[in-house]
């Protein structure tokens, strides 16, 4: 990964912070690689996002599943409705899960994910002939994200300072010159005074708990140490790499 460099444990270290929010996570672990008897330094052994994965977790079974990324062609409804009214939010709600994208919003703009909203995003859906509410959970047809490669996290992402405005970033016009569709959902979904409000809650709940700096650190120093015996052989390994 794009961090194998540095720290070499952000992705793995991020998704344990929010492994607890309203949407999936990989579960990884560290391990020593070796290629035909040669050192490959410390790698990630990690879940893969696929149908076998939502199977297990969520029980969606195979050719059901619709599992899609960055700008796939969704149904949204019609884009010139109005989101700032209840109804429209309403109907929203049958097509997406709201309080898991708030998550996922909330999660990736914490861990400053610069590489992302227009990259890195991953979401699916059991494939069903309308909303099922009374379906288990990502059984009832509607949009979930799944956290993934968050690995430019926590100024990772070259040339990023720690005052960069992730809010701003995930609700730029123009996508940050990826393109508008990057940041379009979000976006208008901001436009909804309850949706607003309830983003705002959830984020400012978990600043004040999940994301304090003391269960944040202790999970940080939980993977330095776990990773700490053999970092110094996979740097020598790795020394001079373009």
């Given at each position: 990964?794009?961090?194998?460099?540095?720290?070499?444990?952000?992705?793995?270290?991020?998704?344990?912070?929010?492994?607890?929010?309203?949407?999936?996570?990989?579960?990884?672990?560290?391990?020593?690689?070796f290629?035909?008897?040669?050192?490959?330094?410390?790698?990630?052994?990690?879940?893969?996002?696929?149908?076998?994965?939502?199977?297990?977790?969520?029980?969606?079974?195979?050719?059901?599943?619709?599992?899609?990324?960055?700008?796939?062609?969704?149904?949204?409804?019609?884009?010139n409705?109005?989101?700032?009214?209840?109804?429209?939010?309403?109907?929203?709600?049958?097509?997406?899960?709201?309080?898991?994208?708030?998550?996922?919003?909330?999660?990736?703009?914490?861990?400053?994910?610069?590489?992302?909203?227009?990259?890195?995003?991953?979401?699916y859906?059991?494939?069903?002939?309308?909303?099922?509410?009374?379906?288990?959970?990502?059984?009832?047809?509607?949009?979930?994200f799944?956290?993934?490669?968050?690995?430019?996290?926590?100024?990772?992402?070259?040339?990023?300072?720690?005052?960069?405005?992730?809010?701003?970033?995930?609700?730029?016009q123009?996508?940050?010159?990826?393109?508008?569709?990057?940041?379009?959902?979000?976006?208008?979904?901001?436009?909804n005074?309850?949706?607003?409000?309830?983003?705002?809650?959830?984020?400012?709940d978990?600043?004040?708990?999940?994301?304090?700096p003391?269960?944040?650190?202790?999970?940080?120093?939980?993977?330095?140490?776990?990773?700490?015996?053999?970092?110094?052989?996979?740097?020598?390994?790795?020394?001079?790499?373009?």
């Amino acid at each position: 990964g794009n961090d194998e460099r540095w720290a070499n444990m952000r992705d793995m270290c991020f998704q344990a912070m929010v492994r607890h929010m309203r949407f999936e996570t990989q579960d990884a672990r560290p391990a020593v690689l070796f290629v035909n008897g040669e050192y490959w330094g410390v790698n990630p052994v990690r879940e893969r996002y696929d149908r076998h994965f939502l199977q297990r977790r969520v029980g969606i079974l195979n050719g059901e599943l619709d599992l899609l990324e960055n700008n796939a062609n969704v149904e949204e409804g019609d884009g010139n409705n109005d989101m700032s009214t209840p109804e429209h939010l309403a109907q929203v709600a049958t097509w997406l899960d709201l309080d898991n994208m708030i998550d996922y919003y909330s999660a990736n703009i914490f861990l400053v994910n610069a590489d992302w909203p227009h990259n890195n995003v991953r979401f699916y859906r059991k494939r069903t002939a309308a909303y099922e509410p009374d379906a288990p959970y990502g059984q009832d047809g509607r949009w979930r994200f799944l956290m993934f490669d968050t690995d430019f996290g926590f100024l990772g992402f070259p040339g990023l300072l720690p005052s960069h405005n992730m809010m701003g970033w995930a609700t730029a016009q123009n996508g940050n010159g990826n393109g508008e569709w990057a940041t379009r959902l979000f976006r208008t979904l901001l436009q909804n005074t309850a949706f607003r409000d309830a983003f705002i809650n959830r984020h400012a709940d978990m600043l004040n708990t999940a994301y304090l700096p003391g269960r944040t650190g202790a999970i940080i120093n939980g993977f330095r140490d776990l990773l700490a015996p053999d970092m110094e052989e996979h740097f020598r390994r790795w020394r001079g790499r373009p």
